[in-house]
């Protein structure tokens, strides 16, 4: 096996001193005359363990990425463009939105400001961060764990990667998720416009916050200077949150290319939750997954009108999971009320073979990790 260790589950982002304590460690540092700090090209030891993944074959590699615990199970992609058009006033505005989730027995909410920037038939319109964009980071922090792309800033506390607008689509592509360069420009101004707040509060009552843009800064390349040379190089910073486990190694390996081939935003919802929490997985255990539990916490079923047709769409994404290879079976149990009314449904579930390999790659990967970072 290639590089790196060993490990029973994750660090607990939910952990890290609440939000409150984060905030002041994640703010960013500015350097005498407030001119905002290089970004920089050297290699530390966290952005080798972020870039090194456990694997017995050098095509495996391409298939790996990592998943961050508490900032992939924010509800920060829920609003489809759909529901933000039949939401806009005046067809351009949309207020902040607001929703609720937990994340390991915590308690979260979670607001959105809209980006307005101009859309693709150059009018400002306002826009949350949606699937597009979803998919545009998971491509970006991919993109990141090539050695010559990432890059960590530990004194600034930032992180980012460096790309190409064409390596970036080329990315997508071969995921079978296709984008002009029009479509990427407008996604990375949408995620560099878009504010997102998470809040939390502890057993006292008191408040933590963490308030800033899924990215925080983009440098872009000028129009002149793409067309001269389309291998011309952007760069963006990721969400503090991101930098944050990078930097405390809260974060597990998983099969990239995969989760990215799901038909819907619900199953690669589905699969990053599995991957974070479902860190025992064993064939022979089954892991309990509620309709109530994921509708509170992923945001993507409250748009549909009818109860039965929520769970229907949950339904068609496990099986998605199931025809992915990522699980063996998936049993159905409806909690029924007066009028046999339903009131939850239970979902009990096995992994594949593949996943259960993949689970036992990630922990012992992650453990490596861990304990490298304590020498």
Same mark, same amino acid.
């Given at each position: ?244 486990? $990078? ?101 009990? $579930? ?26």
């Amino acid at each position: 096996m290639k590089q790196r260790g060993k490990g029973e589950g994750l660090v607990r982002a939910g952990d890290m001193d609440f939000l409150r304590d984060k905030a002041a460690e994640m703010a960013p540092r500015e350097t005498p005359g407030n001119h905002s700090p290089a970004i920089p090209t050297g290699q530390s030891q966290q952005l080798s363990l972020w870039q090194n993944f456990l694997y017995n074959r050098e095509e495996e590699r391409e298939g790996l990425s990592n998943a961050v615990d508490l900032w992939d199970s924010v509800p920060r992609y829920s609003i489809s463009k759909q529901a933000q058009s039949k939401n806009r006033l005046h067809e351009r505005f949309l207020e902040k939105h607001t929703g609720k989730f937990q994340n390991r027995g915590r308690s979260y909410t979670v607001t959105i400001t809209p980006a307005r920037v101009p859309d693709l038939d150059g009018n400002e319109r306002d826009f949350y961060p949606s699937a597009t964009e979803e998919l545009i980071e998971e491509a970006l922090r991919k993109l990141s764990a090539d050695q010559q792309a990432g890059y960590f800033d530990k004194a600034n506390y930032r992180s980012g990667v460096f790309f190409s607008l064409y390596a970036l689509r080329e990315e997508l592509a071969k995921n079978g998720h296709t984008r002009s360069y029009q479509e990427v420009r407008l996604s990375l101004d949408i995620l560099s416009g878009s504010i997102i707040e998470i809040a939390t509060h502890d057993e006292k009552g008191e408040e933590g916050i963490i308030r800033s843009a899924y990215l925080p800064s983009v440098v872009r390349v000028t129009k002149n200077k793409l067309q001269d040379d389309p291998q011309a190089k952007w760069a963006v910073q990721f969400h503090p949150l991101v930098t944050s486990s $990078i930097d405390k190694i809260q974060y597990r390996q998983f099969n990239y290319r995969r989760m990215m081939s799901h038909n819907t935003q619900l199953a690669r919802w589905l699969h990053k939750q599995l991957v974070l929490k479902f860190t025992g997985a064993d064939m022979f255990r089954p892991f309990e997954m509620r309709y109530s539990t994921i509708r509170r916490d992923s945001g993507l079923l409250d748009g549909y009108a009818r109860e039965r047709a929520a769970v229907e769409a949950l339904e068609t994404a496990f099986k998605d999971l199931q025809k992915a290879d990522i699980l063996s079976s998936v049993t159905r149990n409806d909690e029924k009320g007066p009028r046999r009314k339903i009131l939850d449904v239970v979902f009990r $579930i096995l992994p594949s073979i593949n996943f259960v390999r993949e689970v036992k790659a990630a922990n012992k990967r992650h453990g490596d990790s861990t304990r490298q970072l304590s020498r």
